[in-house]
């Protein structure tokens, strides 16, 4: 998966015209201190939003009767693809091309190794069948909706 990743960053990257796009202010415009204190309070931000969604999902799935997993991850999934898709079109208005780019690139990566992994490495979840066959229903039919099968095809 790196390799592959390597390969597409390498292959996107390397037809942008201006590799330099992004231009950061000069060092010293505003003090080190303001940007320390800005920084934590934004990732405060995020650990209090990320909490209300996390009971919010919980809270909806206990209304649904449904497994918190499937509900969590259709619901989870457009929460963190949503701020991506804004990020992505903001800096592709504004002509910043490559941090669209290495955003999209490096989200998908993040998610696809970094998130799955991080829950199970400090809070390890034993499941057994009785747990999982619900989700495995719930996604099966939420797939029948989305693709619901042609009974009325006739073959030529």
Sequence with gaps: MLVLWGV???????HL?????????????????SLVLRTLGSLV??????????WGIV????ELSA?????????????TSLPELVFDVTA????????????????????????VAIGPLFFPTALTL???????WWAAAADGARHPADVTHQPA
């Design 92 to 115: 592709l208005r504004r002509g910043e091309t490559a941090m669209a780019v290495g955003d999209l690139m490096g989200a998908c990566f993040i998610d696809a190794t970094l998130s």
């Design 130 to 136: 009785s747990e999982v066959r619900p989700a495995i």
């Design 17 to 33: 015209s201006d590799p330099h796009q992004l231009t950061l202010p000069a060092p010293g415009d505003e003090p080190r201190r």
């Design 45 to 54: 931000m995020v650990g209090v939003s990320a909490t209300v969604a996390l």
């Design 67 to 79: 497994p918190e997993f499937l509900v969590g991850f259709f619901l989870a999934s457009v929460g």
């Design 59 to 62: 809270n909806i799935a206990e």
């Design 8 to 14: 597409g960053s390498w292959m996107v990257l390397g």
